[in-house]
């Protein structure tokens, strides 16, 4: 009699393994091969997420893995969870001698993998100030946020966030020396706000004191820092033209930096108008050229963000630039030389001798008699007599608001005697 469980026995057929699982057990035998030798990789507690569908339901990563050496893994992975938004994928293995030896993110719907350095097998981390050879593009909803988020964690900011053709991004190097381009999607508002020629594409208020300046207008404001290259400078957050502050200053003014077409035939305007120009020069945002006109005032001329212009310009929201008081010695010097340097065009102002500056973003005036250049800015704000008590809290003087046919504005000095105005705008 036959045995039924041979008579039974289906013949022994080849079966093709689960990609996925065949995937992923390639991913950890390719992660065990790159360890030092003798070193045994233990099985991960749990299964890692990853990037791409199988039909299986399961998923596996896919394409170029980033594979970054930190000098430590452990603080690496808990600042990209808390800075980047990272998620750990697997349990990190850690090597016998406490070193951590293989990790896993997922961030931007991709992998990132880390490792402590092992310079005994040449996998070794960037050095401080000597630059990386790899740059990582992180796309995010919030250029601003994320790098804010990134400068204040201890992140260096190699180019603030700006608006291009392609959208908004930044540059950070982390603490671990990893380069990051954070990237977004240009907004519409941002894009309705973009300058076109002459238009400010900066303003930037200096001071004596940076510190105390960024102490007195977030508490007057409402403003957010990111820091800037140097120890002197800040960039306020979120607000349209850019600002910043520039401490250092033997007196305090408005610089602003206007849009043109083309910086090198700006140049040349001012030059031949009697000012002075520097060469231009490459900056992450744009082409730039300093300047100074004929009677002293300093200013810039950038091909950030020129062009015709999309859109009306949006409402000025609180903290913004809305305003630009352009006091010169003789107006009429200064009238001639900037219709030709900027193509700017002049009516009567309301004030005697005062001229309203026609067609520039945000509105500008000038009026001569002034013992040397000065440039008061004017901001807005929600709630002007709110403002002015914010004001005097502060440390400044404000005057009392007074209604004008634009809205209601005060003129104040901030603590350290710097002029500026405050507008609640109808």
Do not use: K
């Not at 039974?8 to 699982?21: K, M, N, S, T, Y």
């Not at 997922?106 to 040449?122: F, K, R, T, Y």
């Not at 500056?357 to 005036?365: D, K």
């Amino acid at each position: 009699m036959a045995d039924p469980f041979d008579a039974l026995r289906l013949p022994v057929a080849p079966v093709a393994p689960d990609p996925a699982f065949a995937a992923r057990l390639r991913r950890r035998i390719e992660a065990a091969l790159a360890l030092p030798e003798g070193t045994d990789m233990p099985r991960a507690e749990r299964e890692p997420e990853a990037t791409t569908t199988s039909t299986e339901g399961a998923t596996t990563p896919t394409g170029v893995t980033p594979y970054l050496a930190v000098t430590d893994a452990r603080r690496a992975l808990a600042w990209y969870a808390e800075v980047f938004g990272a998620l750990p994928r697997t349990e990190p293995l850690v090597m016998p001698d406490g070193r951590v030896g293989h990790a896993e993110l997922e961030l931007d719907g991709g992998v990132v993998m880390l490792a402590d350095e092992h310079p005994e097998i040449g996998f070794v981390a960037p050095v401080a100030g000597q630059g990386s050879a790899v740059t990582l593009h992180l796309h995010v909803p919030d250029v601003d946020g994320a790098t804010s988020r990134a400068v204040a964690s201890g992140a260096r900011l190699d180019r603030p966030p700006a608006d291009h053709s392609y959208g908004r991004n930044a540059v950070v190097v982390d603490p671990f020396g990893h380069r990051w381009m954070i990237a977004g999607s240009t907004t519409s508002a941002a894009t309705a706000r973009r300058p076109h020629h002459v238009d400010v594409s900066y303003a930037s208020l200096w001071v004596p004191d940076v510190e105390r300046a960024a102490r007195f207008y977030q508490a007057v404001l409402a403003w957010r820092y990111v820091e800037g290259s140097t120890s002197q400078g800040r960039r306020v957050e979120g607000v349209s033209p850019p600002l910043g502050l520039w401490g250092g200053q033997s007196h305090t003014t408005t610089f602003v930096c206007f849009a043109v077409e083309d910086v090198a035939a700006a140049v040349q305007r001012v030059r031949t108008a009697g000012g002075r120009a520097e060469e231009p020069r490459h900056e992450p945002y744009g082409l730039v050229a300093d300047c100074v006109d004929d009677q002293g005032m300093a200013f810039a001329v950038s091909e950030a963000g020129a062009g015709q212009g999309v859109g009306p310009p949006a409402p000025a929201r609180h903290g913004e630039l809305v305003y630009l008081t352009v006091g010169v010695p003789d107006a009429d010097r200064a009238r001639t030389f900037f219709a030709s340097v900027l193509g700017w065009r002049f009516s009567p102002g309301r004030s005697a001798g005062g001229w309203d500056v026609e067609g520039v973003r945000p509105r500008a005036g000038m009026y001569g008699g002034s013992e040397r250049p000065l440039v008061v800015p004017m901001f807005a704000v929600d709630d002007i007599v709110a403002a002015v008590d914010r004001v005097r809290t502060a440390g400044g003087s404000p005057t009392e608001p007074e209604q004008m046919p634009y809205g209601i504005t005060a003129d104040c000095v901030d603590d350290q005697g710097g002029r500026f105005w405050l507008g609640q705008l109808g």
